[in-house]
């Protein structure tokens, strides 16, 4: 084969793998949740024997109730899991949290209609302030951390909540019949930020068995991306689903992650019954940046969950003009049956606010995978994981030693300093092999046009004088393979960290966002690092030329590529590598003084065969 079409062949080749990556890495498919297990869940503080059906999927019709004794399931054509919740017109309880949240109650129906996070605002001007208001999380038709009855055939009326300070309300409701005394009790939880207790306590009132079963607890709507209404998000932008804490039959474990095809086009019947009865530990709604989660306290956990995608409505509840979708999920809880008399208690923890790694990891459950921070390829590793929260604690300890105007911009130039060192006699040994192989370029292309008839001499040949001058023609991809899970550890860290929103440096307003500046040309955005960092990789190659001018071509082409490629990424990303660059520059020359030093070591070139070259 041509030589230079061999090497034309082969820097095609990387470019497509570079682009695939990245494609996969921004558009791949989603883990799937596994079919459910059959799990026995037990609710200890109910005595009763269980009643069938309880975990059923939404529409799934229950076995005849006997007359008097147990109310009838609303049937399939009845219940709408995207039905809107009842609403009262009177004034929301504030549960407050100081510094965190304030969340707006319904005092009627229970549930939290939003939350306002304190410390995080919608969007950054362009001028570096905070703009638009503070993030408000939540839906009023879908009011996070109620308790929906109607699937099991109660309904409950409005009562009176009472606040007994501002940081917990109890609310008591009765069934139509008056059968049923429903206490649900929201209390902020003071050893946690950003967190909620909620108790559930449910009476049967009669004086006959009574069936609790089918009951849900909403953990509210979220959109994909919270940012300037209106804005359609950008490529990386759009992410966030319904996540789901399986529990395995060994008491493991196992999460299970929705996105938004799956919630919205790849949902079917079947799907949805497999849902409903897969025992679970806990369940999330999460965007790119932020949550809502509850947790089960209680033995056994829940029974299932109901995930879907909801239309497009705003904060205040009025649908959006883009038809925006929202992520969508409501737990199930075990089902019961209450003896005359008999009490049963469900206790919940409840998380509203950002994604961040050190809270999810501590909630345990392995919460913190739907940050998918310990990804690499298309699989999950635990110690992926643990290298990427390694240099998220490093960015952020950096960039407390700066002002907070461009602390993490230095994070960010600071990590790549570190794993520059890190790499760098790895780095060293590749340079002085790569300037050894140019030293041969000469000798190989003799030794092609001698034995360009025989391939097998050729080849034997070259090997011959790559060990006798100590060359290895993998020295200038080790480095570049060794790095590959630093470079996937900290993309997981720039694509995910909340620390990263609204962080500004120099000309980048946010450096989880393309750093656009505040005019285009052309109605085309002006992003300065990408084309710095396009710059560098020219300049880089110029200071490494190929022996084959068809190759150099080649390589400066992939200058434009990653120009093109990395000019929607976040100013993170796209500032790791134009740093990277520069120091890889700088190594280069520095490298170069001190090989200048060997010139008789390093000029003399060790000929094995006696043929003069």
């Not at 129906?109 to 703009?131: F, M, P």
């Not at 089918?214 to 919270?226: K, S, T, W």
């Not at 370029?441 to 003799?446: A, D, G, R």
Request: charged share 20%; aromatic share 10%.
């Amino acid at each position: 084969m041509n030589p230079k079409k061999y090497d034309l062949v082969t820097v095609l080749g990387v470019t497509g793998c570079v682009l695939s990556f990245f494609l996969i890495l921004f558009f791949g498919p989603k883990g799937q949740p596994p079919s459910p297990q059959p799990v026995t869940v037990s609710q200890s503080a109910v005595p009763a024997e269980p009643v069938p059906g309880g975990a059923d999927a939404p529409g799934l019709s229950l076995p005849p109730a006997a007359p008097g004794s147990l109310p009838a399931a609303v049937p399939a054509a009845a219940y709408d899991p995207l039905r809107p919740a009842p609403s009262s017109a009177l004034e929301r309880l504030q549960l407050r949290q100081e510094g965190d949240f304030s969340a707006a109650l319904d005092p009627a129906y229970g549930g939290i209609d939003q939350l306002i996070l304190d410390q995080h605002s919608l969007r950054k001007s362009r001028n570096g302030d905070d703009n638009g208001g503070p993030v408000v999380l939540g839906q009023p038709e879908y009011p996070f951390l109620r308790l929906l009855t109607e699937v099991g055939g109660w309904t409950l009326e409005p009562g009176s909540a009472e606040r007994q300070n501002d940081q917990s309300i109890i609310l008591e409701q009765k069934s139509s019949d008056g059968n049923l005394l429903v206490q649900q009790r929201w209390a902020v939880d003071q050893e946690n930020s950003y967190a909620i207790k909620y108790t559930i306590s449910i009476r049967n009132l009669a004086e006959r068995p009574l069936a609790v079963q089918n009951f849900r607890v909403e953990c509210g709507a979220l959109p994909p991306l919270l940012s300037e209404p209106g804005k359609k998000a950008g490529m990386g932008e759009s992410s966030g689903g319904v996540a789901y804490g399986q529990l395995l039959p060994d008491g493991r474990i196992a999460p299970a992650a929705l996105n938004i095809k799956d919630l919205s086009k790849k949902m079917t019947q079947e799907k949805l019954a497999a849902c409903a009865a897969q025992p679970g530990a806990w369940l999330s709604v999460h965007s790119k940046y932020f949550l809502l989660y509850i947790k089960a306290d209680f033995e056994g956990g829940f029974s299932g969950y109901e995930p879907n995608a909801t239309p497009g409505v705003t904060a205040e509840g009025l649908v959006s003009s883009n038809g925006q979708l929202r992520y969508h999920a409501r737990a199930i809880l075990p089902a019961s049956t209450l003896a005359a008399g008999q009490e049963v208690q469900y206790q919940l923890s409840a998380y509203s606010g950002p994604k961040d790694i050190k809270r999810l990891h501590a909630m345990g459950g392995r919460l913190d995978s739907i940050m998918e921070m310990d990804r690499f390829f298309f699989w999950n590793f635990a110690w992926m994981g643990w290298l990427s929260r390694a240099l998220l604690a490093a960015m952020v300890w950096i960039s407390k030693l700066f002002p907070v105007s461009i602390g993490y911009g230095m994070g960010v130039v600071g990590v790549t300093l570190l794993v520059k060192i890190l790499f760098w006699p790895l780095n060293h040994r590749s340079t002085v092999s790569m300037r050894r192989m140019s030293a041969l370029s000469p000798y190989l292309k003799e030794l092609r046009e001698k034995y360009k008839e025989d391939p097998q001499k050729m080849y034997r040949k070259q090997q011959e004088l790559f060990k006798a001058n100590h060359v290895s023609q993998l020295g200038g991809c080790m480095p570049m393979l060794c790095q590959i899970p630093v470079f996937f550890a900290l993309f997981n860290t720039f694509r995910n960290a909340i620390e990263l929103r609204h962080a500004g440096f120099l000309w980048a307003v946010d450096l989880s966002m393309p750093d656009d500046l505040f005019f285009s040309l052309f109605g085309l955005p002006i992003r300065p690092l990408a084309l710095l960092m396009g710059l560098t990789m020219y300049f880089q190659q110029k200071l490494t030329p190929s022996a084959d001018p068809q190759q150099a071509k080649m390589m400066n082409m992939m200058s434009l590529v990653f120009i093109f490629f990395f000019y929607g990424m976040p100013s993170a990303l796209t500032l790791y590598m134009t740093v990277n660059q520069v120091l890889s520059i700088a190594q280069m020359l520095v490298i170069r003084k001190l090989e200048s030093k060997k010139d008789s070591a390093e000029k003399t070139v060790v000929i094995p065969w006696e043929t003069k070259a």
